[in-house]
């Protein structure tokens, strides 16, 4: 089983950045596709980002094109969400995942080790 820690939550004015790291420990052979989920209370778990295996390729949500950058150091075994421009309708809990495949997912289903989240509250 996979472990996954994600940190770097906080609260930021609009317009402010922050980055979220993933650590992941555990069963590590074999790097797999990550993703990088929001939810805002009373709202879905959405995919906001995801990257596969090497970090040759990525996807993003409409809603954090050109403001999100997903990344991925796997000497570190850390995924990253770096995030500018912030704005409140962000504001949500953020959840790193390992999905089962190494190729590039969207479907959330495909995402099976999560960490605990990390809180992020954008101020007007």
């Known amino acids: 089983q996979v472990q996954l820690e994600e940190s770097g939550g906080g609260l930021v004015q609009a317009g402010g950045s922050l980055r979220l790291p993933c650590a992941r420990s555990?069963?590590?052979?074999?790097?797999?596709?990550m993703g990088w989920f929001r939810q805002a209370p009373g709202k879905d778990r959405d995919l906001v980002a995801g990257?596969?295996?090497?970090?040759?390729?990525?996807y993003y949500a409409d809603s954090v094109k050109g403001r999100f950058t997903i990344s991925r150091d796997n000497a570190k075994n850390t995924a990253y969400l770096q995030m500018n421009n912030l704005k409140p309708e962000d504001t949500a809990g953020y959840y790193c995942?390992?999905?089962?495949?190494?190729?590039?997912?969207?479907?959330?289903?495909?995402?099976?080790?999560w960490g605990q989240g990390t809180q992020v509250t954008v101020s007007s």
């Open positions: 555990g069963r590590t052979a074999g790097s797999k596709a």
């Open positions: 995942a390992a999905a089962l495949t190494y190729g590039l997912t969207s479907v959330p289903r495909e995402y099976t080790d």
């Open positions: 990257i596969n295996w090497s970090g040759s390729s990525t």
